[in-house]
């Protein structure tokens, strides 16, 4: 049975966002990203990070891949949703930071 972790999701980036807000140097920190993406983070507005409800797979601990969230960020943050939604169907094939697999992934 998969599990859905939508709704965690998008409160956990909604924190991490408010938080950002008032010390993104202790939010980059404690997520393991560089300033930059903190900043980027910062730059989403609530409403663009419902978007993030699409992906099922859990956000809690951030992929090894900058890019990626660089791009989800950029594309929720520009209303880009040709770009948002190129970026959610990888979201299963990022690597997780352990250097497993996404369950369902050989």
């Given at each position: 049975?998969?599990?859905?972790?939508?709704?965690?999701?998008?409160?956990?980036l909604l924190?991490?966002?408010?938080?950002?807000?008032?010390?993104?140097?202790?939010?980059?920190?404690?997520?393991?990203?560089?300033?930059?993406?903190?900043?980027?983070?910062?730059?989403?507005?609530?409403?663009?990070?419902?978007?993030?409800?699409?992906?099922?797979?859990?956000?809690?601990?951030?992929?090894?891949?900058?890019?990626?969230?660089?791009?989800?960020?950029?594309?929720?943050?520009?209303?880009?949703?040709?770009?948002?939604?190129?970026?959610?169907?990888?979201?299963?094939?990022?690597v997780t930071?352990?250097?497993?697999?996404?369950?369902?992934?050989?």
């Amino acid at each position: 049975m998969k599990m859905d972790f939508s709704k965690l999701n998008l409160a956990y980036l909604l924190h991490a966002r408010d938080l950002a807000q008032k010390d993104p140097e202790l939010v980059a920190a404690l997520l393991g990203v560089s300033s930059e993406l903190t900043h980027l983070l910062i730059d989403v507005a609530p409403d663009e990070l419902v978007h993030v409800t699409q992906i099922r797979s859990p956000l809690l601990v951030l992929r090894q891949n900058a890019w990626w969230w660089e791009r989800l960020f950029k594309a929720l943050r520009d209303g880009r949703q040709d770009e948002l939604k190129v970026v959610i169907e990888h979201a299963a094939l990022v690597v997780t930071p352990e250097g497993r697999e996404p369950d369902g992934c050989p």
